[in-house]
C-alpha cells in the first residue's frame, strides 16, 4: 500500500493527485494549523465519500486549543425556582484569558465608605438647609425697606 498526503479541511488541495510535499516542504503560515488528530498521511487510495472512523471521539480532542472538560458524573444542577440555577456545571472556562487576579473581600471597608458618604451628604443637606434660613431671615431683617418702595410703586402705576 502506498501513502498518499491528506490536506486539512482548510488547506487548498494539493496540485494533482498522489501529489506529495518535496524535501523540506513547509506549509503556508497562513493556512492555519493541522487539526489535532488529523491524519496527514493516509494509507492505500484515497476514496472521496468514504472515510475512517475518527482517531478520537471529538469531546477529547481540544483542536480549538481550549482545555478539554473533564466529565461529570451526576448532573450538579439543583433547580431553586423554574429557570433559575443555583450552581453551574461548568467549570472555569478557558477562552484564551488569562486566569483574573484574586480580589480580596472588603466588605468592612465598603461599609465604611458608605457610612462615610451618607454622612457627608447628611451634612451638607443640613448645612444647605441652615444657610436657606439665615439667608432669608437676613433679606427679611436687614435690607432696608426703603430700596423696595420705588419698585412697588412703580409696579402700582402699571397695573
Same mark, same amino acid.
Given at each position: @500500500?502506498t =501513502?498518499? #498526503?491528506?490536506?486539512?479541511p482548510?488547506?487548498?488541495e494539493?496540485p494533482e493527485e498522489?501529489w506529495a510535499p518535496?524535501q523540506g /516542504?513547509?506549509?503556508?503560515?497562513?493556512?492555519g +494549523?493541522?487539526?489535532?488528530?488529523?491524519?496527514?498521511w493516509m494509507?492505500?487510495?484515497r476514496s472521496h465519500?468514504?472515510s475512517?472512523?475518527?482517531?478520537?471521539?471529538? %469531546?477529547? *480532542?481540544p483542536?480549538s486549543?481550549?482545555? *478539554?472538560?473533564?466529565? *461529570?458524573e451526576?448532573?450538579?444542577?439543583?433547580? @431553586?425556582n423554574?429557570g433559575? /440555577? =443555583?450552581?453551574?456545571q461548568?467549570?472555569h472556562e478557558d477562552?484564551? #484569558?488569562p %486566569?483574573?487576579?484574586? +480580589?480580596?473581600?472588603?466588605?468592612?471597608?465598603?461599609?465604611? !465608605?458608605?457610612?462615610a458618604a451618607?454622612?457627608?451628604g447628611?451634612l451638607l443637606?443640613?448645612?444647605t438647609?441652615?444657610? #436657606?434660613?439665615? !439667608?432669608?431671615s437676613?433679606?427679611e431683617?436687614s435690607l432696608p425697606?426703603? =430700596? !423696595?418702595?420705588?419698585?412697588a410703586?412703580e *409696579?402700582?402705576?402699571?397695573v
Open positions: @500500500m =501513502s498518499s #498526503f491528506n490536506p486539512p482548510h488547506w487548498p494539493p498522489g518535496p /516542504w513547509q506549509p503556508d503560515p497562513r493556512w +494549523r493541522v487539526p489535532a488528530g488529523w491524519r496527514v494509507q492505500g487510495a465519500g468514504t475512517d472512523a475518527p482517531l478520537l471521539d471529538s %469531546e477529547d *480532542v483542536a486549543g481550549a482545555r *478539554v472538560r473533564r466529565r *461529570v451526576k448532573y450538579p444542577v439543583s433547580v @431553586m423554574p433559575i /440555577w =443555583s450552581d453551574n461548568l467549570e477562552y484564551g #484569558f %486566569e483574573p487576579a484574586p +480580589r480580596r473581600a472588603r466588605p468592612r471597608l465598603r461599609l465604611g !465608605l458608605t457610612i451618607t454622612a457627608v447628611l443637606a443640613a448645612a438647609a441652615v444657610v #436657606f434660613v439665615r !439667608l432669608t437676613y433679606a431683617d425697606a426703603e =430700596s !423696595l418702595a420705588p419698585a410703586a *409696579v402700582a402705576t402699571t
